[in-house]
């Protein structure tokens, strides 16, 4: 099972400001970044109130499959927190990609660090916060679709 947390995401941009959503999102260190990007499905994006929007820019990525154009970027677009148990997680101000093609939210390598995240095992979802005492184990959540 790969590593799910249950995070909550407030929009800083777009037509409902300050609209909230919790959901759970995949920790992918395989999407590397040079600055903290998420990856919102679109119909999540919608419901935040971040597309359709002026500000999103086409942008290409590299995948695995090859290049793909069909990503909207916002730069500084969300606040992303974990929710999970022992207090208020660290929140991050997230740059957002927009993907028509994803059903579920990814967290990128960058985010990963700075939400403080430790992946213990990767194959039974186990994981914690580098504040954690070493003997907490905590476990993925659920896959939310989009």
């Not at 919608?46 to 359709?52: K, Y």
């Not at 148990?85 to 579920?104: F, H, L, Q, Y």
């Not at 939210?105 to 700075?114: G, Q, T």
């Not at 914690?128 to 070493?134: A, K, S």
Request: include cysteine.
């Amino acid at each position: 099972m790969p590593v799910r947390v249950r995070v909550r995401l407030k929009s800083l941009k777009g037509l409902r400001q300050g609209s909230t959503v919790e959901t759970a999102a995949l920790l992918n260190t395989g999407y590397t970044g040079l600055s903290p990007e998420v990856i919102l499905p679109d119909r999540l994006a919608e419901r935040l109130g971040l597309w359709p929007s002026e500000e999103a820019a086409s942008t290409v990525y590299e995948t695995v499959g090859g290049p793909v154009r069909l990503y909207y970027y916002i730069r500084e677009g969300a606040l992303l927190s974990v929710v999970a148990e022992g207090g208020p997680a660290k929140e991050v101000v997230v740059d957002v990609v927009i993907s028509p093609m994803e059903r579920e939210v990814l967290i990128s390598d960058y985010v990963i660090s700075e939400l403080e995240i430790v992946i213990l095992d990767a194959y039974r979802g186990e994981w914690r916060f580098r504040r954690d005492p070493v003997d907490v184990v905590r476990s993925s959540c659920r896959p939310e679709l989009w």
